[in-house]
């Protein structure tokens, strides 16, 4: 079974915790999956990844762009709303309440919630418990008051 983690955004917005655990990711020679869940979303992160850092480039393509369908698969991120991994990456990220199963197929699979919205943290509970007893191994993530990742469990 895959590593499931889970990330508990409390002090920052995903749009600057996504970034980063992408950079990390494109480091270890990973190709990653960011699935949200709505077009609007998608667009919104792909736009934002090509400027989040004047001194930082984070190569991706998103679902939908004419200009790098032909080369979905070799993209280091992917950016979908649908159930699709044409890249074939090592990490799934699903953002925005986003759903797939299974999620087998991945290396590593993320869960990023914004703590400040209950409806996000309840179905990132729910999606805990229904991985826990099927038994996955999982981690979870919380921001500290400073924003650094603290694991809690």
């Not at 699979?109 to 943290?121: M, P, Q, S, W, Y």
């Amino acid at each position: 079974m895959n590593e499931v983690l889970f990330y508990h955004l409390e002090q920052q917005t995903l749009e600057q915790a996504l970034p980063v655990l992408l950079e990390a990711t494109v480091k270890r020679g990973w190709k990653a999956v960011v699935q949200v869940g709505s077009a609007e979303r998608l667009a919104a992160l792909d736009s934002h990844l090509w400027t989040y850092r004047d001194d930082a480039f984070l190569p991706h393509a998103a679902k939908g762009d004419a200009r790098f369908a032909e080369h979905a698969d070799s993209q280091p991120i992917w950016l979908t709303d649908e159930e699709e991994t044409p890249n074939s990456a090592h990490v799934l990220f699903l953002v925005d309440g986003a759903e797939r199963a299974p999620i087998d197929g991945f290396e590593r699979t993320v869960f990023i919630f914004d703590g400040r919205d209950e409806e996000n943290v309840a179905r990132a509970r729910a999606r805990w418990s229904e991985l826990k007893e099927s038994g996955h191994e999982l981690t979870y993530w919380q921001q500290s008051a400073e924003g650094k990742w603290e694991q809690k469990a």
